[in-house]
């Protein structure tokens, strides 16, 4: 075989699963249009107000001031809720600025001098102070809507129900080029998986904008601090025993990395973090009684579908240099042809993001879409491809806590 025939081997080998992945978005896409079109089932209600603690972990982020504030205005009775800020910050002036909010009662501010097991660890800490038989927690960059407990309380009217996650917006997305891609990412998920899993309970708990139920959050371990995506492993051990998640689509808006370091260090833990999840669970996921088969697709599909990044480098690198290889005189217009058919096949992922865009009125930001598609996305896969390999391997990679812009913001305004 000639150079370009080897490089054109492979390309067109890892060509196949990518087109696999195209078309898993594609159909990812039309159910979630099919689902659209149903009338969506009421919220859940209730006629009590169970008692609830919102934990905030807070890692020198003064910004968390202002989600302590919205969540002190909240509108449900002030005496079945409680606020706990969970601080590991190393800045003194960043925690009195915390601690002066907290009243001990109402608002309390839990503090450590060590960063052991980072914000699970933080939070495994404040469970000690923590009343709520529902647990809600927010990233101090959250902005949190008034009816916010009101409307996720209802659906743990249903015994069986462990998980209520919220939907995420972004009030920083057209910052940059980075900006868009995080928050496009982002808000693909939202608005394209997360209904098709409330549909199959498979919500996966994202974090922050969520509420667990605390009975069972104490039943299937708590927080597993050699995690690195501690929501998502929570998620599938509630999954698996056999409890019920629920996804509303209450947006609140917060923030998405504005740097390229930022970024790139977030989705590293999460791609590595996920794909922990799945190899430290595989045997249940893929055979423990309890889960139907739509679910066991969709965990393994969230948890190791960063397998496409080492793909997606394979492909480009292989694709060019077949291309170079050969004749540049030949490349007529059979060959556009075919890169047109073959753009159109692997192009799931850009007809996921036309999708989102159109459910969420804001079809004229298209053309950032599929720029940053094509220039972050493919940075990206090179990342990714280091982390999902270091999963597979279980080489540790450390966890990152993802500066939060705003908190510059507010430092300013302070000087």
Not at 190 to 215: D, E, K, L, Q
Request: aromatic share 14%; with cysteine; net charge positive.
């Amino acid at each position: 075989m000639t150079p370009q025939e080897i490089a054109l081997f492979v390309y067109n080998l890892t060509l196949f699963p990518i087109i696999l992945f195209s078309v898993m978005f594609l159909t990812l896409s039309l159910i979630n249009l099919f689902i659209d079109k149903k009338e969506p089932a009421p919220r859940p209600t209730t006629t009590r107000f169970p008692f609830v603690s919102i934990q905030i972990p807070t890692f020198n982020d003064p910004i968390a001031l202002r989600c302590v504030r919205r969540c002190m205005q909240m509108d449900y009775p002030k005496d079945r809720y409680e606020i706990i800020i969970v601080d590991d910050s190393t800045s003194r002036e960043t925690q009195e600025r915390l601690n002066a909010l907290a009243d001990g009662k109402f608002v309390k501010f839990v503090h450590r001098e060590n960063r052991d097991g980072f914000k699970p660890g933080a939070l495994k800490k404040a469970m000690k102070q923590t009343l709520g038989e529902i647990i809600a927690i927010f990233d101090a960059d959250w902005i949190p809507h008034k009816d916010y407990l009101k409307e996720v309380v209802g659906p743990f009217s249903d015994p069986k129900v462990a998980v209520v996650q919220t939907r995420q917006g972004f009030y920083n997305h057209k910052t940059n080029l980075i900006t868009r891609f995080a928050a496009y990412v982002l808000m693909s998920y939202h608005s394209i998986m997360m209904p098709i899993n409330n549909r199959i309970n498979c919500v996966f708990f994202c974090g922050t904008g969520g509420a667990f139920r605390r009975s069972i959050f104490d039943e299937v371990g708590g927080w597993n601090l050699d995690s690195i995506t501690e929501d998502s492993d929570l998620t599938v051990r509630m999954l698996v025993k056999g409890y019920k998640t629920v996804y509303l689509e209450l947006e609140h808006m917060s923030e998405v990395p504005d740097t390229f370091e930022s970024f790139i260090k977030q989705q590293m833990r999460w791609c590595y973090g996920n794909a922990r999840v799945f190899f430290d669970n595989a045997s249940s996921i893929l055979f423990k009684s309890g889960l139907t088969i739509w679910q066991r697709l969709m965990i393994t599909f969230i948890t190791v579908g960063n397998v496409i990044a080492p793909l997606v480098l394979l492909m480009t690198f292989f694709g060019l240099l077949g291309w170079f290889l050969g004749d540049p005189s030949l490349f007529m217009i059979n060959d556009l042809f075919s890169v047109s058919v073959r753009f159109l096949v692997t192009g799931g992922f850009i007809f996921m993001g036309f999708i989102t865009l159109y459910k969420r009125g804001r079809i004229r930001e298209l053309p950032h879409y599929i720029l940053a598609a094509f220039s972050m996305g493919l940075l990206l896969a090179i990342w990714n491809t280091f982390a999902f390999t270091r999963a597979i391997f279980n080489k540790k990679l450390h966890w990152y806590c993802t500066p939060k812009a705003a908190n510059t913001q507010i430092l300013k305004n302070a000087s």
